[in-house]
């Protein structure tokens, strides 16, 4: 998904060291009588060769620094030499982070949730799209407001799924997502949903006081990839900001499903959503890590 062309080189500037040559995955530039020059017609736009140059001859239009501006995160802007963090904290900070079920009934700062929008913009993308959208719901409110368009749309699903008719029509037809989704789901939502009419006790979000939606523009070779990249990220930075974080995987199922949400929530129809995360000041804390299943690790040497 290379681009057009918006790389400069300054020649009084550039010594004709040739690393930006070396690190430009798409051959945009070469070296001509010692001097780098911009030769190709189109460029992935990755600033790779800015950021390479020992000199600043390089400049890259597409890219600016003030949408990396952040305002409650503390960031040094040079660049961090492979090998040169601690792998044992970052480590710690993954295993750290657990779904968070349990929120204080406290506000996330709005400027918070737009520097953890800005954090799952630093994520990598396939041929650096970067075509992520991040949607922030800031506060209670507007989380109920979501929550209760998906409850809407899991009430028509459960009745529809209750039509065994319906469902082995559908299975016959090579769509079988009801018939799954009555074998593997049914009971659950159905509970959850009696549940939240009686007690009021929210089963999707958790009764957090803020949700992320992130989502792909089209365009992408690999957008799920892309958000859920970029969601993860998001929910890292949001346990060392003091943030406790959860995936709602039904709200995407229901995002994907029913178009009529991403009006509710000013989402553009031909944007996809990919991850709903829900966020707030955790009521919950853990004494230590948790152990996972065992890891399957293969070899293949030719």
């Excluded at 070296?31 to 390479?52: D, F, N």
């Excluded at 040169?84 to 079920?101: E, K, N, P, Q, Y």
Aim: proline residues 6%; charged residues 25%.
């Amino acid at each position: 998904m290379a681009g057009p062309v918006t790389t400069t080189i300054d020649p009084d500037l550039c010594d004709g060291c040739g690393l930006c040559v070396r690190v430009c995955p798409s051959r945009t530039l070469s070296l001509v009588q010692g001097r780098a020059v911009v030769s190709g017609t189109e460029s992935l736009g990755c600033g790779h060769c800015a950021a390479v140059c020992p000199k600043g001859a390089v400049r890259v239009a597409a890219l600016e620094e003030e949408p990396l501006r952040f305002t409650t995160i503390e960031t040094d802007e040079r660049w961090l030499p492979h090998g040169r963090f601690d792998a044992g904290s970052l480590v710690r900070l993954m295993r750290s982070r657990r779904s968070c079920r349990n929120f204080q009934d406290r506000p996330v700062d709005r400027a918070l949730l737009e520097d953890l929008a800005r954090v799952g913009a630093t994520a990598p993308s396939g041929t650096n799209c970067q075509l992520w959208t991040f949607t922030l719901l800031p506060d209670r409110a507007a989380v109920l407001a979501l929550a209760e368009g998906i409850g809407r749309f899991f009430r028509k699903t459960l009745k529809m799924a209750e039509k065994t008719w319906l469902r082995k029509l559908l299975k016959l037809l090579g769509k079988p997502e009801l018939d799954w989704f009555y074998r593997e789901y049914y009971q659950q939502v159905k509970d959850g949903l009696a549940e939240w009419e009686r007690t009021g006790r929210d089963p999707l979000f958790h009764g957090a006081p803020a949700v992320i939606l992130v989502g792909m523009r089209p365009g992408a070779s690999c957008p799920a990839e892309d958000a859920l990249i970029a969601a993860h990220q998001i929910v890292l930075a949001a346990q060392a900001s003091g943030l406790g974080s959860c995936y709602v995987g039904f709200a995407v199922s229901a995002f994907q499903n029913e178009p009529a949400l991403k009006d509710l929530v000013g989402l553009p129809r031909p944007e996809a959503v990919y991850a709903a995360l829900a966020l707030g000041h955790p009521a919950e804390s853990y004494r230590t890590v948790a152990g996972r299943k065992p890891v399957k690790i293969r070899y293949f040497e030719g």
